[in-house]
């Protein structure tokens, strides 16, 4: 039973009784079979999990990773080869490190200057077979990860509103297993622990209304002009945009395997081809199948809109997102046989033009891919299911520019970074008044790089638990973090958040941001994004480009052009000190930053240093030199050592006049500021947590 709320038409779905029965605190043994314990549980070996683990157990954590197949990897060693990642520049860290590994596997396996080095885009493009290799390899690095397969979440161990654990069903055992955990990370595309907990959360679309986002709801867009057509009323509902597999094809006769007519075709379902091709819709194989080419001569195929055709199967998956496994496994067979059935039809039906028939048959499955599915993907593309409802919801907004500012909004909480553009595909079937499919859009030009707050994977009451995957977003929102380098780089995130939680004994949502932010960047994560500043390089070393990002987060940049080597006049470096002053960023950290407040203008921010007797005011448009800059930072040394109320009564209260200022007169460069200045902040907030 589950309470439904319409907000709109926008659904939220709160369950009243989990999928299963909770286990209570003094649940008796006889409910499972073995008990394993914990530091953190992760499940679901999706991208997510598989980054969430590696984080948690660098940093010394006990990981137990669970995945209910017997292949880790999700989307990504299962036909999605072509990284869907927008600005490549925007997410590092483990993401980074699985990119390096692919394209060190083409160069050692092929040759720097082979072929497949230069279809693999520099690691960015895989086989699938390639890819799961990568991540079994990344995984069994970790001595500290148990990676468990085969465990199907049946039940969770919970009490007053906090998670202990979880109960498997053990498929290939045939028996129960549970796992408790101090902390627990739902990596899951469906995000059904959060779910199983009760947490909150949307399936389908908001309205337009509801929070101001121009392209939400009912939609009819243009494929290539991104107009909006008739028909458009911004309307919320619970559908969910549609599902499909990305095959792996080839033309290579000596790796194919054609497909066959599958158990339960149905010719009739296919005849829009016949009516595309006769429209003009479809001249070519491509105009059918959108099929893009990644190493040894095989494709990532996905669907193709303009045809009103091709591998998504609108409107069949509504139930997904809440329906049991079995239900599930109906709709995942069903799109198989689905797609199987569109493969065999362009072929082999005899309305087929003879010439396009014949080009679509040189097309087959990848032999030497999915050996034990019959060569066919296992896993199905769930774009978007339940999305959590969390402490920050992300919307539309997020993703693109900031009203007074040259880039999207600033988080205070910023953990990771994204760029791909919000895009959706077709809620519902082909509609015979419309010569394109509801629900899609593709927002490419709007959407800019942006940051993803800490807070989109923490629930509003349930503790123990982050939801990096099914994170709290908009349906627009969502399109845009539901990309699998930004998964990874929210899973990178939350096993480091969880290491924190348990160092600390505090829950996950009482986690110091900042000292989050610090051991993400030292673990080479992105949390700001800049055109002119993508890494360190010999101008800019990586202590400078790391605490340029983290005060990204407090304001100091409102574009993306950081400027780094640019000399910094005193007016624009007062204004971020006393922006992190606001913050209290230099005070012990114990809790969570708060929200970014703004420096004010030059003016009146040397002159609150001035009032805090750390500067004299001066000209706001000089160059700061070094020497000043070195008075200024130890006059914060206060705020750091704890002898604030001291100072501020020996040299405040008693009109102290500022010692004089000396030393180098070299100036300083905006990312030297930055270094030094963040310097400071790591001797009052160490990264590591001893």
């Known amino acids: 039973m589950r309470l439904l709320i ?35 549980l992760v499940v679901g070996a999706t991208p997510c999990g598989i980054s969430a683990s590696i984080a948690a157990a660098r940093c010394g954590l006990k990981v137990v990773l669970t995945e209910p197949t017997e292949h880790m990897g999700g989307m990504m060693t299962s036909g999605l080869g072509r990284t869907d990642i927008g600005p490549r520049y925007t997410i590092a860290g483990i993401f980074k490190e699985f990119v390096d590994s692919i394209y060190a596997h083409y160069v050692q396996t092929y040759g720097a200057d082979s072929q497949q080095v230069k279809a693999c885009s520099s690691g960015y493009y895989f086989e699938p077979s390639v890819a799961e290799n990568a991540f079994n390899e990344m995984v069994k690095a970790e001595k500290r990860i148990k990676l468990k397969y085969h465990y199907r979440p049946d039940s969770l ?36 622990i959060a779910a ?89 194989v491509q105009d059918v199948l959108n099929i893009e080419p990644i190493p040894n001569g095989k494709s990532d195929t996905n669907n193709m809109p303009k045809s009103l055709i091709s591998t998504d199967l609108p409107e069949e998956n509504y139930a997904y997102p809440e329906a049991d496994y079995q239900t599930r496994a109906k709709i995942i067979e069903r799109h198989k046989q689905y797609t199987l059935g569109l493969l065999y039809f362009l072929q082999n039906d005899p309305e087929m033009p003879e010439a396009l028939k014949a080009e679509c048959r040189q097309w087959g499955f990848a032999k030497d891919e999915y050996p034990d599915n019959g060569n066919f993907p296992r896993q199905i593309y769930v774009r978007e299911a339940r999305r959590m409802w969390g402490l920050y919801n992300f919307t539309a907004h997020d993703a693109m520019l900031a009203p007074g500012l040259l880039r999207t909004p600033i988080h205070y909480d910023s953990i990771a970074c994204g760029g791909y553009a919000m895009d959706s595909h077709a809620t519902r079937k082909r509609e015979p008044d419309h010569d394109v499919m509801e629900g899609f859009y593709y927002l490419g030009g709007m959407t800019q790089p942006y940051q993803i707050p800490y807070r989109v994977m923490l629930p509003q009451q349930v503790d123990a638990l982050l939801v990096p995957g099914a994170a709290s977003g908009t349906h627009l929102g969502f399109g845009t973090l539901r990309m699998e380098p930004v ?12 290491y924190i939680a348990r160092k600390l004994s505090r829950e996950p949502r009482d986690v110091p941001v900042c000292r989050l932010q610090a051991l993400l960047l030292e673990n080479n994560q992105i949390i700001t994004a800049f055109t002119d500043a993508q890494g360190p390089s010999d101008s800019l070393s990586k202590e400078a480009w790391q605490a340029m990002q983290f005060w990204g987060t407090r304001g100091f940049f409102d574009s993306y052009n950081a400027r780094p080597t640019e000399p910094i006049t005193r007016g624009v470096a007062a204004q971020w000190l006393m922006s992190a002053f606001r913050q209290g960023d230099f005070m012990t950290a114990q809790g969570p930053s708060v929200k970014h407040s703004g420096g004010g203008t030059a003016e009146s921010s040397l002159a609150q240093l001035e009032k805090l007797a750390i500067t004299p005011a001066g000209d706001p448009d000089a160059v700061l030199t070094e020497g000043e800059m070195e008075f200024w930072l130890s006059g914060i040394q206060p705020w750091i050592d704890g002898s604030l109320w001291d100072t501020w009564v020996k040299r405040v209260k008693t009109d102290q006049t500022p010692q004089v200022i000396g030393g180098s007169t070299e100036p300083v460069s905006r990312a030297q500021f930055c270094e030094a200045l963040y310097a400071k902040f790591r001797a009052a907030t160490p990264a590591q947590i001893q």
Do not use: C
């Not at 659904?11 to 953190?40: F, G, N, W």
């Open 487 to 498: 998964w990874m780089a929210t899973g990178q995130a939350a096993g480091t958040a969880a």
């Open 6 to 40: 319409i907000l709109g038409l926008t659904l939220i779905s709160i369950p009243v009784l989990a999928i299963t029965a909770m286990a209570r605190l003094d649940s008796p043994q006889a409910d499972y079979d073995e008990l394993i314990r914990t530091d953190v």
């Open 157 to 192: 161990f919970e009490y007053q509103n906090r998670i202990y654990g979880v109960t498997f069903y053990d498929t290939k055992h045939e028996k129960r297993v549970q796992v408790r955990a101090g902390v627990v990370i739902d990596a899951t595309y469906e995000g059904d």
């Open 196 to 284: 199983m907990a009760g947490v909150a959360y949307r399936v389908g679309r908001e309205s337009r209304e509801e929070f101001g986002e121009p392209y939400a709801g009912v939609i009819y867009m243009d494929h290539y002009g991104r107009m909006i057509l008739p028909g458009t009323t911004g309307e919320g509902d619970k559908r969910v945009q549609a599902y499909n597999f990305r095959l792996t094809l080839t033309r290579n006769t000596d790796n194919q395997v054609l497909p066959e007519k599958p158990k339960y075709y149905n010719r009739t379902e296919y005849l829009q081809v016949i009516e595309s091709i006769k429209a003009g819709r479809i001249k070519t």
